[in-house]
């Protein structure tokens, strides 16, 4: 079940946060640590490349921007002080950045990378034994506090730093906790998810249009179909197949279309794509 379901969420404090690359992810981030019911002590501290992309921040006085393009010990600043530094910056970026702030930290200050398939032993590396390092594969829906995060602990982290950083992913959605060697596959399914399931949506809105409605109207259907499938499998004490079996009578309309799937078998091409997806992840580990 989503733990976002259900009734007013209970307040939450943390500790003080920097995100370093509030880019897409950095932000969805940011909107969990501003909800109503989240206090974070000492203030989240930001950082970006462009001076354009901070002016967004102007306006909201619990975060502390910093711009790396016109100040080089922008991301240093932001990380004094901070229990949690998020890194969200591209993967290629990370051990560089990791490097760059290793001796700004706070002895005990837990590192959390986001970045897709680089893993925690080349973080370490790169703090050079500052702080401990955990690994987060949060998907896009964190923007709407609907997010999935798999949180995977790196060598030196403690159970005690896994439940700070639970807790900061947990004011954007579920969280679970993963051995690294699972992190990866982890992203196959919930990280890139959200692109599958938009790809579905696209797919279903053309095959409506194609049938006649349009673009709104199909949009509507699509779109409204997914949020309810969704909710009702969250919901549902039965399994998406006892759901699909429930809509889909016996040579009936709905059999033809799951024929169909099945006759380009769908179920392998979604396997495929996910093998897909791990494989390029092992490549980006490798530094592909
Ligand atoms: N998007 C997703 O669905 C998703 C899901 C899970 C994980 N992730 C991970 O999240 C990370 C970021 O992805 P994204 O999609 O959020 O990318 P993005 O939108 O391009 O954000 C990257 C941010 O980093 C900033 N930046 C670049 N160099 C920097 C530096 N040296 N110091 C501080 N900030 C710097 C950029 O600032 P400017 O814009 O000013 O250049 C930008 O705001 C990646 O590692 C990705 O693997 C993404």
Not at 6 to 29: E, K, Y
Not at 148 to 175: K, R, Y
Not at 221 to 230: D, K
Request: hydrophobic residues 50%; charged residues 15%.
């Amino acid at each position: 079940m989503n733990s976002q379901s259900g009734s007013t969420p209970a307040s939450v404090t943390l500790p003080t946060v920097a995100i370093l690359g509030a880019g897409s992810m950095g932000r969805a981030i940011l909107a969990g640590l501003l909800a109503d019911h989240v206090t974070v002590t000492g203030g989240v501290r930001v950082t970006n490349r462009s001076a354009e992309r901070a002016l967004d921040f102007d306006a909201e006085p619990r975060v502390t921007a910093w711009v790396t393009s016109t100040d080089e010990t922008a991301n240093r600043k932001a990380v004094a002080g901070a229990k949690v530094v998020i890194l969200a910056v591209k993967p290629a970026q990370i051990a560089e950045l990791a490097a760059e702030i290793a001796d700004a930290l706070d002895h005990d200050a837990i590192v959390v990378s986001v970045a897709a398939g680089v893993t925690c032993s080349t973080i370490e590396a790169a703090l050079a034994g500052v702080g401990s390092v955990i690994r987060a594969m949060p998907n896009t829906p964190a923007a709407i506090r609907l997010g999935m995060t798999g949180l995977s602990a790196g060598s030196t982290a403690s159970p005690a730093d896994l439940a700070h950083v639970a807790e900061v992913f947990s004011t954007v959605g579920d969280v679970l906790v993963v051995p690294e060697d699972r992190l990866d596959a982890l992203t196959t399914i919930s990280g890139s998810g959200p692109a599958y399931v938009f790809y579905f949506i696209e797919a279903l809105e053309a095959a409506a249009v194609a049938r006649g409605f349009t673009p709104a109207e199909a949009a509507l259907l699509a779109q409204s179909t997914f949020r309810g499938a969704s909710q009702y499998a969250l919901e549902s004490q039965s399994t998406p197949q006892e759901l699909r079996r429930a809509v889909t009578s016996p040579n009936g309309t709905t059999e033809r279309a799951i024929a169909t799937f099945d006759a380009a078998d769908l179920k392998a091409v979604i396997d495929a794509a996910t093998a897909a997806s791990l494989a390029r992840a092992q490549e980006i580990a490798a530094g592909k």
